[in-house]
């Protein structure tokens, strides 16, 4: 009964202790970046430290991170780079997973590593080459404005949706490293799967294959399958699409009776035209 009773008081006096202690904030404090690069989820996890009037990258020990020198890239434990599918890193094949970045700076030129054994965090001295999954080499650019807390960016995505830049930025320096993700076959498939089983599936294939300079005969079919179903022809910005389609295929004639349509519907909706008015009438003006 007495152990019990002094096991009781040991945890409510290590609850209390945590309970009662002082939270202040860090000196390099916690940041994450996320995007959506075409279906491939890029986040990236690091600690900010500061200028803080220091010499940031230069030749020689009075710099914080001097050149020639592996940097854990960021405070504290470091960064960590997360790929929800297979991506190219420079031009590097890199499966799914998680991945410690380290870089070494230099005047002209960085270099960039992803490693995958997330264990050793941010201590450099533990670091194994025979764990690198990128090691490559890139240009740092000179910024005009200096950037006083470390700043991971996912930059520069590609109208296209498959490819985009990992920018890191810190004191008068950007460095980009090129990211490259494929998603083609994947969405090939969910096409010719999904629209079986789900007719509305037709009006994203379409707009799919549209964008990709794909079939553009099997576009207008799967448009004009969708457009018939029920309201459907009430919506506008699918009628604006088959519009597109029609121009992109030289229709000229039919791209504007149909982008008139969808002007119609959208002066009738009762929630607005969302500017596809305007698109529509642009789309004509630029067929006559």
């Known amino acids: 009964m007495k152990k019990t009773i002094l096991s009781v008081l040991a945890s409510f006096c290590f609850i209390a202790g945590a309970m009662s202690q002082i939270s202040t904030p860090q000196a390099s404090p916690a940041g994450s970046v996320y995007s959506k690069v075409g279906l491939t989820d890029v986040t990236i996890d690091y600690y900010r430290p500061k200028v803080k009037d ?3 990258f230069g030749e020689g020990k009075d710099y914080l991170q001097p050149y020639g020198e592996t940097w854990r890239t960021g405070a504290n434990s470091g960064s960590k780079l997360t790929l929800s599918t297979e991506a190219q890193i420079a031009g590097t094949k890199v499966p799914a997973g998680e991945y410690l970045i380290f870089t070494v700076p ?3 030129e960085w270099s960039f590593m992803l490693y995958s054994d997330l264990t050793i965090g941010g201590n450099v001295s533990a670091y194994d080459k025979k764990n690198e999954v990128v090691n490559t080499t890139v240009k740092p650019t000179k910024l005009t404005q200096k950037v006083e807390a470390l700043t991971f960016n996912i930059a520069d995505i590609s109208d296209d949706n498959t490819s985009a830049n990992i920018q890191l930025t810190w004191d008068d320096v ?3 490293i090129p ?3 494929e998603f083609d076959e994947v969405v090939m498939k969910d096409i010719a799967a999904k629209t079986k089983v789900n007719p509305s599936n037709y009006v994203v294939a379409a707009n799919y294959y549209y964008n990709t300079g794909k079939d553009l005969n099997q576009a207008l ?3 004009n399958k969708y457009l018939a179903e029920g309201d459907n022809s009430k919506q506008f910005w699918n009628v604006h699409l088959k ?3 029609l121009a992109k295929m ?4 039919e791209a504007i009776e149909t982008a008139k349509k969808s002007i119609e519907a959208a002066k009738a909706s009762p929630q607005g035209d969302f500017g596809y008015v305007k698109r529509n009438e642009d789309l004509i003006a630029s067929l006559k």
């Open 221 to 223: 079919e799967w448009v």
């Open 106 to 108: 230099g005047k002209d």
């Open 179 to 181: 990211l490259k993700v």
């Open 54 to 56: 220091r010499k940031i």
């Open 174 to 176: 950007s460095v980009k």
């Open 250 to 253: 030289g229709k000229k004639k």
């Open 243 to 245: 519009a597109q389609i």
